[in-house]
């Protein structure tokens, strides 16, 4: 059976399975792609259609207790959590804002004004030159600035 054949069978009954076991609609849709892309590394051979089921049905299983043991090893914590145990109320926009920078802005701004650190000292922890620290600050400076911008309008 070709994998278009494959998806077309199981897809569904295996979309059943992992939003049983992850409760979450994103994470099984990710569960059924990785299921698949396993199909497609591995090529099994099967001996008839119940065999290559029972295989599908054991990998998206497998799959779905990865991502349940990944989720409780690395528990997240929402961003309205966050910035509420962060911030003053009045501040939750500003977090907001800077948690929406691109990750190289992000970390430049928050080393420079959060934690106060030096351009120097920003260069060396996250070894770059002190001119991209002092460029990234400008650019993300930029980016809040434009956002403000646009709240305001």
């Not at 059943?16 to 076991?21: F, Q």
């Not at 990785?34 to 029972?54: I, N, Q, V, W």
């Not at 003053?88 to 804002?97: K, M, N, S, V, W």
Request: proline share 3%.
């Amino acid at each position: 059976m070709s994998i278009e054949e494959a998806v077309m069978n199981y897809s569904n009954m295996l979309y059943r399975i992992c939003i049983v076991m992850l409760c979450n609609e994103q994470d099984a849709q990710d569960a059924i792609q990785d299921t698949f892309c396993r199909y497609l590394e591995k090529r099994p051979d099967f001996s008839d259609g119940e065999h290559e089921k029972a295989w599908l049905i054991s990998v998206a299983a497998n799959v779905c207790r990865d991502m349940l043991r990944f989720r409780s090893r690395h528990p997240k914590v929402s961003i309205d959590e966050f910035t509420d145990s962060l911030a003053a109320p009045q501040e939750l926009d500003t977090i907001r804002e800077l948690l929406e920078l691109s990750p190289k802005h992000k970390a430049v701004i928050y080393l420079h004004y959060v934690e106060g650190y030096h351009v120097r000292e920003i260069a060396l922890m996250l070894k770059i030159s002190e001119h991209a620290v002092k460029k990234r600050l400008q650019r993300g400076r930029e980016q809040l600035r434009l956002s403000w911008k646009e709240a305001q309008a």
